[in-house]
C-alpha cells in the first residue's frame, strides 16, 4: 500500500529535474500522474529548456511502475493551455487530488529592456497563479496543493545582489510567492484544502549547472567550469555539501501530498541544507 493509493497528482514541469522526479516518486506511493512542461525554449533562458524527448522519459519511468500518465506539452504563462492539459488527464484520470505547482527557470539574457525580468515573474509567479487556479474547480477536502520557491526567495538582501533583471526578477517572484502561499491557504483552509511552498537551496539540476550559474559563483574566474563552481556551491550551505539531490526535494512532497501532514497549510518549509542559518531572512 503507497501512500498515495488511489490518487492523482497534477504536476508542471514534469519533463526533467525535480518535476520529473516528483513524478516517479509519487507514481511509486501510487498515485496516477498528469504532466506538464513547455518543452520549447525561452528565449532569455541562456540554458536549454527540456525537450520533448524528456517528457517521453517521464512517461516512460511512471508506466514502469505500473501507474498511468498523461502528459502533454503546455506553458504555464498561458492559462488557457494548463486548463486543456489539466482537462485531458481529468477525462482519463477521473479525478485531482494532489498539485505540484513546480515549473520554474531562471532567465538571464535579455533580448529586450528587462525581458528576462519579465519571463522570470510569468513563470516563477504567473505560472504558479495559473496553475493553482485551474486546478482549484476540480479539488475536495483533503487536497494538497505543493508550491516549488527557493531558498533566493527568502534570504533577506539577495534580491539586490542577484545582478541581470532576470536573476533579480527570480528571487522577487520566489519571495511573492511565499507571501501568496500564506494568503491563499488562509482561505482554503475552510475547505481542508491545504497549501504548502517548498523552498530548495541549490539542487542538482540544469536550473544549477550552466555557465550563467557558474560565472556568478565564480566571478574571479572568466570561464568556470562546473568543477570551479562545485568548489564555491558549499558557501551557500551550513551543511558541507554543493547542492541537495531532486530525490530529496521530492520526499518532502510526498509528505506533503499524503495524509500524514493532514494539518500542516500555509507553510513554507526550507530544504536548505542549514542556507538560512547563515543568512538574514527575507521576511
Same mark, same amino acid.
Given at each position: 500500500?503507497?501512500?498515495?493509493? $488511489?490518487?492523482?497528482?497534477? /504536476? ?11 513524478? =516517479?516518486?509519487?507514481? +511509486?506511493?501510487?498515485?496516477?500522474? /498528469?504532466?506538464?512542461?513547455?518543452? &520549447?525554449?525561452?528565449?532569455? =533562458? ?10 517521453? *522519459?517521464?512517461?516512460?519511468? =511512471? ?5 498511468? /500518465? +498523461? ?19 481529468? @477525462? ?10 513546480? @515549473? ?21 509567479? $504567473?505560472?504558479? &497563479? ?11 477536502? $483533503?487536497?494538497?496543493?505543493? =508550491? ?14 542577484? $545582478? ?10 520566489? &519571495?511573492? *510567492? ?8 488562509? &482561505?482554503?483552509?475552510?475547505?481542508? +484544502? ?46 558541507? /555539501? ?6 530529496? *526535494? ?8 499524503? %495524509? ?11 530544504? %536548505? ?11
Amino acid at each position: 500500500m503507497g501512500k498515495l493509493d $488511489g490518487k492523482v497528482a497534477f /504536476i508542471t514541469g514534469a519533463a526533467r529535474g525535480q518535476g520529473r522526479s516528483h513524478a =516517479v516518486r509519487l507514481a +511509486v506511493e501510487g498515485a496516477d500522474i /498528469i504532466a506538464v512542461d513547455i518543452c &520549447q525554449q525561452i528565449n532569455s =533562458v541562456s540554458y536549454p529548456l527540456a525537450t520533448p524527448e524528456d517528457l517521453a *522519459v517521464t512517461v516512460k519511468e =511512471v508506466e514502469a511502475l505500473g501507474r498511468r /500518465i +498523461v502528459a502533454t506539452q503546455a506553458d504555464v504563462r498561458d492559462r488557457d493551455q494548463l486548463r486543456a492539459a489539466l482537462d485531458a488527464g481529468l @477525462a482519463k484520470l477521473g479525478r485531482l487530488d494532489v498539485v505540484c505547482a513546480n @515549473a520554474g527557470v531562471c532567465p538571464l539574457t535579455d533580448e529586450t529592456l528587462c525581458s528576462s525580468f519579465v519571463d522570470a515573474l510569468d513563470v516563477d509567479l $504567473g505560472g504558479v &497563479q495559473n496553475t493553482v487556479a485551474v486546478a482549484l474547480p476540480h479539488l475536495s477536502a $483533503g487536497s494538497s496543493i505543493i =508550491v516549488t520557491g527557493s531558498t533566493a526567495g527568502m534570504i533577506g538582501g539577495l534580491t539586490d545582489q542577484m $545582478g541581470a533583471p532576470g536573476g533579480v526578477g527570480y528571487s522577487l517572484a520566489k &519571495q511573492l *510567492v511565499a507571501r501568496y502561499v500564506e494568503v491563499l491557504a488562509l &482561505q482554503l483552509a475552510p475547505h481542508s +484544502v491545504r497549501l504548502n511552498a517548498i523552498h530548495p537551496t541549490n539542487v542538482n539540476t540544469v536550473l544549477l549547472h550552466n555557465d550563467n550559474v557558474y560565472r556568478a559563483f565564480r566571478p574571479d574566474l572568466e570561464n568556470p567550469t562546473r568543477a570551479d563552481a562545485e568548489l564555491a556551491f558549499p558557501v551557500m550551505q551550513a551543511m558541507p /555539501i554543493p547542492y541537495i539531490e531532486p530525490e530529496d *526535494v521530492s520526499a518532502l512532497v510526498v509528505y506533503l501530498a499524503s %495524509d500524514d501532514s493532514r494539518y500542516m497549510t500555509g507553510l513554507n518549509l526550507r530544504i %536548505d541544507a542549514g542556507a538560512m542559518l547563515k543568512a538574514p531572512p527575507a521576511f
